[in-house]
């Protein structure tokens, strides 16, 4: 494959260019250039460290440049090797470990994708001897899920690690320390809500103003109404906790409660109006009530 | 949001706002009484609010 000269003339001026000559340079240049496509087709390009090929498709690997990354699945504990860089490294057997080559044997610039695809279980990044990961001895846990790019600075290894979101188990346990939480996963940690609604009367009539995991709402009469829940509790052990707004008054209390026994599906409360100087009570639509949930679902 | 007017078999009447469109009238109704200790004599679904009283 012959490439135009440096010299060849790349701009052609149409006021002073003979046509003929512009014609001839255009055509040696769209030879070179398919000559290059043919030429990619079927071989590669070495330049210092970097291959460019197009077997399958363009890519490009080397120490500077990568567009493709060698897949290899383990399910046993696997030494990591120099002839690992730049290769994605999968487990789909979990309680093993992943273990490093010296670094020195690894070398400057050295890096490796860990995977941990089993279902379950973790798997181990273990730096050789009493060489450090992340600037400690002590191995690294990648849960299922997990993934770590580590690299190697010819000493030492390094892991930016990409951590799989919390499983419901992870997130009721309440303990784990370095999984990602969700916007969906945070609805089994134990310390939150898992429903809460903010109804009112209005001229007789119960409306719900705002709510988190309710289905429906019920009145059974004057204070006194049902909450339905859109994801059950586990059990009926759940917390309801109710408040109600009520103008200051010195004599009179509105005090919400729980009626009957609750259900994983739903629960029932009234509103007593208390007078604390007769000792009487009665029940009370209140401008607004607030009622929360927390349990297990 | 559907709007069930359930006549009780103690002579009251309750007044359920379906929020979740999705929900099952009878599904909803079967959760109320349970936790209620009410049970439904018959029902009837309106798209509109309830009168005021």
Redesign the interface.
């Known amino acids: 494959m012959t490439l135009p000269s440096a010299t060849t003339k790349v701009h052609l001026d149409a006021g002073s260019d003979d046509p003929s000559q512009a014609r001839s340079e255009l055509a040696t240049m769209s030879d070179a250039i398919n000559s290059l496509i043919t030429h990619l087709g079927t071989s590669s390009i070495t330049s210092g460290s970097s291959v460019l090929s197009a077997a399958g498709g363009l890519a490009v690997s080397g120490s500077s440049l990568l567009t493709s990354l060698a897949f290899t699945t383990k399910t046993a504990t696997y030494t990591a090797l120099t002839t690992d860089r730049a290769k994605v490294i999968n487990f789909t057997t979990a309680g093993v470990d992943l273990d490093f080559t010296a670094s020195a044997t690894l070398g400057d610039g050295w890096w490796c994708i860990a995977r941990n695809s089993a279902a379950s279980g973790d798997v181990s990044l273990d730096p050789n001897s009493t060489e450090s990961i992340n600037g400690s001895s002590t191995s690294i846990a990648l849960r299922p899920g997990d993934m770590a790019l580590v690299t190697c600075n010819g000493t030492a290894l390094f892991a930016l690690i990409m951590r799989a979101p919390a499983t419901q188990t992870e997130m009721e346990a309440a303990t784990n320390a370095t999984a990602m939480v969700t916007p969906a996963s945070v609805q089994w940690h134990p310390g939150v809500a898992k429903a809460w609604a903010t109804l009112g009367w209005s001229?007789?009539?119960?409306?719900?103003i705002d709510?988190h995991n309710?289905?429906?709402?019920?009145?059974?009469?004057t204070g006194d109404f049902?909450v339905?829940?859109?994801t059950a509790f586990a059990d009926a052990d759940y917390v309801p906790l109710a408040i109600c707004n009520r103008a200051l008054n010195t004599t009179y209390g509105a005090i919400p409660y729980v009626i009957?026994?609750?259900?994983v599906?739903?629960?029932?409360f009234q509103v007593a109006l208390i007078d604390f100087g007769a000792g009487s009570h009665n029940p009370v639509d209140p401008s607004r009530v607030h009622v929360s949930f927390f349990g297990d679902q | 949001m559907r709007y069930?007017t359930?006549k009780r078999t103690d002579g009251?009447t309750?007044?359920?706002?379906?929020?979740?469109d999705r929900?099952n009238v009878k599904d909803?109704i079967a959760?109320?009484s349970?936790?209620?200790?009410?049970q439904a004599a018959s029902f009837t679904v309106s798209d509109t609010?309830?009168a005021?009283?």
């Open positions: 001229a007789g009539v119960l409306n719900l709510s309710v289905t429906s709402l019920t009145d059974n009469g049902t339905n829940f859109t009957n026994t609750p259900t599906s739903a629960c029932r | 069930v359930i009251g309750s007044q359920m706002t379906i929020i979740d929900a909803e959760k109320w349970a936790a209620s200790g009410l609010p309830p005021t009283p």
